[in-house]
């Protein structure tokens, strides 16, 4: 008897682990063989510079995001806007703080101007992303190329502003990390917006 019900709880188990194996196994390439939205987005981030931080940031975004380009491109973006804009806020806090000397103040002020303008440059494109129509695709995702590209740029010559001895480690560190950290998600955005690009539909 114990025979017997040892080998029906090795039946179920096996049958338990072959059930789940398959439900991976779908889950993995979704229905009917279309890839599933996680997978989706490792194969997109594949194609951006920074491969890993794409993965990591549009992951949580996937069952909004799907398997669609636009949505990508558009997730990649405001992600990109609310990690800007609170690196802008702590800019602003840091800029302000007791005991910076003259040239980190004058560094801080100038990243802080940078960043604002990346703020103000994502914003635009988001806009524009939520307005676009067949007919003006074209000329609508060149402005937002063009705005993406211009944001990059900033965050680029904040991070340069760093590079130099012109502040202290500490505060050197936190500030290049944070603004390395939105390049890095501006530059995968607007790769997934490239690619976007070149779908040619609305």
């Known amino acids: 008897m114990e025979a017997s019900s040892s080998s029906h709880v090795l039946t ?13 196994a779908i889950s993995a390439t979704g229905v009917a063989g279309k890839p599933s939205s ?11 510079t920074y491969p890993t931080l794409c993965i ?4 949580s975004h996937a069952s909004a995001i799907q398997t669609s ?36 103040v004058a560094a801080m002020q100038d ?13 635009k494109s988001l806009g524009e992303m939520n307005q676009i129509k067949g007919s003006n695709f074209a000329l609508m995702m060149s402005d937002i190329q063009t705005w993406v590209s211009a944001a990059l740029t900033d965050a680029d010559t904040c991070s340069e502003g760093f590079s130099g001895n012109n502040m202290n480690g500490n505060m050197k560190n936190i500030v290049r990390g944070r603004i390395v950290n939105i390049a890095h998600l501006t530059s995968n955005a607007l790769a997934l917006i490239n690619s976007y690009a070149s779908t040619l539909h609305g």
């Open 69 to 104: 380009p636009k949505l990508l491109a558009h997730t990649a973006l405001s992600v990109t806007l609310d990690t800007t804009q609170s690196t802008s806020a702590m800019m602003v806090k840091l800029s302000q703080s007791h005991g910076l000397s003259p040239r980190e």
């Open 12 to 24: 179920a188990l096996l049958s338990l682990f072959i059930f789940n194996s398959h439900m991976n």
């Open 56 to 59: 990591t940031s549009l992951s």
């Open 111 to 123: 990243c802080v101007e940078e960043v604002g303008d990346s703020v103000d440059q994502l914003r």
């Open 38 to 48: 996680t997978e989706f987005i490792r194969t997109s981030c594949s194609a951006t």
